[in-house]
């Protein structure tokens, strides 16, 4: 995926400017910076829950800009949100249902004139949830409420709901905030696996440690703009990078 | 007595199918609409006068009423449902204030409020639905063909998405539903529903006026709704089985009449206060989970 | 001609009225975010007080208008602490706030109803009641009256939104409520101020209009839609916008019985908010209504 020269302001704040940078397939490529350098809203802005006021965002081909964030989705790429958003009242097993792909059983005409087929997407969908939520070592929640969840739990949850999706590529709004280094230890090497499963991973994170550890390729983000783009050991090592990393 | 007890049941069906069809927008999409009973009087009018003018039966009436009731949401909704869900509650009362204007207004077509008399009774495989019993029969199985079609579709992949946009819009988007397309479907199929009721009730009561669909109509249907519960479909069959009896409790009280009909309105406005505090979700929905531990 | 300028006229102070109430329904709705419409029956009770304190407690007009005033902004503020705030405790869906909202309309209309049966209550506007006639326009004291209250009021807020600490609290509550939680603002007090302000202003409207031809119960669901379409024009979170979505609506309206029957109004009205909608959801000034923070 490649991100172009994408800006977008807000009133008279340029939230981001010039933003350019590729992600490269089947790797975790982290996007870092201080706080208030603009990393959620890139991710909003490739995923169509802002418009970008110029630039390009490329997958596959495609442009990715202006599209709906459904649209987004249905071209490969999906994003978490930092505070979740998971559907706290439905369980845990519908959750990842709902990113499973149900067409039949979402078309109304389909579901009064081709029972039959709806019945069969739908078992496909439940094993397929269910085999989602088994990869993410949480088989054994699948009918209690989310709400009920633990947090690291919950956080996996977010992770199972995009990948139940079967897009390609995956934001995640930092995966480990609020995390004990317990439960670092369950999410760090599901995003490993995500990338062995071929998928490819777009990170926010703050913790430089971990992003040294987890990504291959890091982009910075400062005051909206791309500082540097390289190697995890490269960036991190950097002691310019650090000093706006921390002194901002 | 046992045609009184008819006649209420047979009210009881029609404002079942009311209030089911409401609670898909309501309580099931959180999609608040003021409308309602509109669509209604869309339904009725569209039946009474397909029969009238164009010689429908009650079966052809009922089709030309579902069309035209979705025709009518649907063009509010798509423009208004793009935007916010509160753009839909103001987008709502405006039909409702139109809708019934036309209604009192359009003399040459709805006769205005002199009504429309003489609808034809329906005919069912021959027979004709002319008694309360046999209408009993009809409203009843009505009701229970739309509660069947909302089971299906809250049953369904499309009930799912439904509750997920909304508990949380955003997520749904993110997650690819097309969360505007979504609206505006259960929208087109609520109120298609609903102008089934209206097309119902007017080959009973063979006449129709525009006091019977006015935005306290659409007050009372919502009360039925909250009343029941929004979670559970039979909700709205027991919500209408109570309030449809309140008015005649009422009689009994001897209440003069300039102070029956504002009281009723107190009722139900209390009613729904009362019950956004005591339960959400009304009197059979689902009690918010607690946690299972 | 005469008639179109007499259309525009009416037109200003039907507007005027519809502005006090936008204005106050949009602060309200800009803060909050609660689909007030219990606002059209503290329209209502503004006409109510104010008429119970002239005609049963005898007091002189100005000093009746001043208790129904106060008393519209405590009925206001009342209906935000016992049933907002109380719902909002419980976990109340903003559905839910907005159908507690419309239960209360109903309720408190249909009380005044049986306590002052559903006639107009005429109040004793003395001087008031004179006609100016300027050109071929025929209004009356009163209306001239409600063009310039209107127009003091939004000045009036205006400064106490931009120049007084609790206005920019609402401000600041408005535009980012889970900041300005941050930064230490008690969000509950900020509701209430913003309830009590919203209602003093829709009091005015209420009055006048009852003044001119009487109190109603049933008046104010009509005016807290019309706020309602008039704030959605003028774009939310825009008090100018309110302003001029009001008078807008006022104008258009009267001017749309130069054409059509005049018991087309309210389908005018509405059927150009649909197009309005269409073509520029935004309204006038409003910020985009995404919403939520992501």
Redesign the interface.
């Known amino acids: 995926m490649t991100v172009q020269g994408v800006s977008k302001a807000f009133g008279g704040i340029q939230a981001v400017e010039g933003c350019t940078f590729e992600v490269a397939p089947r790797l975790i490529t982290g996007l870092i910076g201080p706080n208030g350098a603009g990393k959620t809203t890139v991710f909003n802005l490739i995923t169509g829950f802002l418009r970008a006021d110029g630039g390009s965002i490329r997958f596959k081909g495609e442009e990715l800009l202006g599209l709906a964030p459904h649209e987004v989705e249905a071209r490969g790429v999906v994003r978490t949100f930092q505070h979740l958003r998971l559907w706290g009242k439905m369980t845990v097993l519908e959750n990842v249902l709902l990113g499973c792909r149900t067409p039949l059983g979402e078309s109304v005409v389909s579901l009064f004139l081709r029972p039959g087929r709806v019945r069969e997407e739908e078992a496909a969908a439940r094993r397929r949830g269910l085999e989602v939520l088994e990869f993410f070592g949480l088989a054994g929640r699948a009918h209690e409420l989310a709400e009920d969840l633990a947090y690291p739990e919950q956080k996996l949850l977010s992770m199972a709901r995009i990948f139940a999706t079967d897009a390609e590529v995956l934001l995640l709004d930092e995966p480990t905030s609020g995390l004990d280094t317990d439960s670092l230890g369950r999410i760090v090497p599901m995003v490993r696996r995500l990338v062995e499963h071929g998928k490819t991973v777009l990170l926010i994170e703050h913790n430089m440690e971990l992003i040294a550890q987890l990504s291959d390729e890091v982009v910075f983000l400062h005051q909206g703009r791309v500082m540097a783009r390289g190697r995890a050991e490269q960036i991190t090592r950097d002691p310019t990078l650090t000093e706006i990393y921390f002194g901002a | 007595m046992a045609a009184y007890i008819a006649h209420y049941l047979v009210m009881v069906g029609i404002y079942t199918i009311l209030a089911t069809s409401l609670n898909l927008l309501v309580g099931y999409s959180g999609i608040f609409s003021l409308a309602h009973a509109a669509i209604y009087g869309i339904g009725a009018y569209a039946s009474a006068l397909a029969a009238l003018k164009l010689g429908l039966g009650f079966w052809g009436g009922l089709v030309v009423a579902a069309m035209v009731g979705a025709l009518a949401a649907a063009l509010v909704a798509i423009p208004s449902l793009r935007v916010a869900g509160d753009y839909y509650i103001v987008a709502s009362f405006g039909l409702q204030v139109v809708i019934l204007t036309v209604f009192i207004n359009w003399t040459s077509f709805t006769n205005g409020h002199a009504g429309l008399p003489g609808i034809p009774r329906p005919y069912v495989l021959g027979l004709v639905i002319d008694d309360p019993f046999k209408y009993v029969v009809l409203s009843l199985a009505l009701a229970a063909l739309t509660y069947l079609i909302c089971l299906r579709l809250t049953g369904s992949a499309f009930g799912r998405t439904l509750r997920a946009v909304r508990e949380d819009e955003i997520a749904a988007a993110a997650t690819g539903k097309n969360v505007v397309a979504v609206k505006i479907t259960i929208t087109t199929i609520s109120s298609a529903l609903g102008a089934l009721a209206g097309s119902l009730y007017a080959h009973y009561i063979t006449y129709i006026n525009p006091t019977s669909f006015t935005l306290d109509e659409s007050i009372f249907i919502t009360s039925l709704v909250i009343l029941g519960g929004t979670e559970r479909l039979a909700g709205p069959f027991v919500g209408a089985l109570i309030l449809l009896a309140v008015p005649e409790a009422l009689k009994f009280l001897a209440i003069p009449d300039t102070v029956a009909a504002p009281m009723r309105q107190i009722l139900y406005g209390a009613l729904l206060i009362l019950f956004m505090f005591v339960r959400p979700e009304g009197i059979l929905g689902r009690p918010r989970p607690r946690s299972v531990a | 001609m005469d008639l179109v300028l007499q259309l525009l006229a009416t037109g200003l102070v039907v507007g005027s009225l519809y502005a006090l109430c936008a204005i106050g329904w949009g602060l309200i709705y800009g803060t909050t975010l609660h689909?007030h419409v219990a606002h059209g029956a503290v329209f209502a009770l503004a006409a109510y007080y104010a008429y119970v304190a002239q005609k049963l407690l005898h007091l002189p007009l100005i000093l009746a208008v001043l208790v129904a005033i106060l008393g519209a902004a405590a009925s206001g503020l009342l209906i935000d602490l016992l049933?907002y705030q109380?719902?909002e405790r419980?976990?109340?869906?903003r559905?839910?706030?907005?159908?507690?909202s419309?239960?209360?309309?109903?309720?408190?209309?249909?009380?005044i109803?049986?306590v002052f049966?559903?006639d107009p209550m005429r109040m004793d506007i003395g001087a008031l009641n004179t006609a100016v006639i300027i050109g071929p326009v025929f209004l009356t004291y009163l209306h001239i009256l409600t063009v310039v209250l209107a127009l003091v009021g939004y000045a009036a807020l205006m400064v106490f939104l931009k120049r007084s600490r609790w206005g920019q609290a609402i401000r600041a509550v408005s535009s980012a409520p889970e900041m300005a939680r941050t930064v230490g603002i008690d969000l509950d007090r900020v509701h209430l101020l913003t309830y009590a302000v919203g209602s003093a202003l829709a009091a005015p409207a209420g009055i006048l209009v009852a003044m001119d031809v009487g109190a109603e119960p049933f008046r104010g669901?009509r005016f807290v839609?019309l706020a309602?379409?008039g704030v959605?024009m003028g774009g939310i979170g825009s008090i100018p916008g309110a302003m001029l979505g009001g008078v807008f609506l006022g104008l258009l309206e009267n001017l749309g019985i130069w054409k059509l029957?005049s018991?087309?109004q309210?389908?005018i009205?509405?059927?150009v908010?649909?197009v309005f909608?269409?073509l520029r959801?935004r309204g006038f000034f409003g910020r985009t209504?995404?919403?939520?923070e992501?």
């Open positions: 689909f049933l109380q719902l419980r976990g109340a869906f559905t839910s706030i907005f159908i507690a419309l239960g209360l309309l109903i309720l408190l209309e249909n009380v109803a049986i049966t559903p669901t839609l309602s379409v959605i029957p018991e087309w309210s389908a009205s509405f059927g908010f649909l909608i269409v959801p209504i995404h919403g939520a992501i």
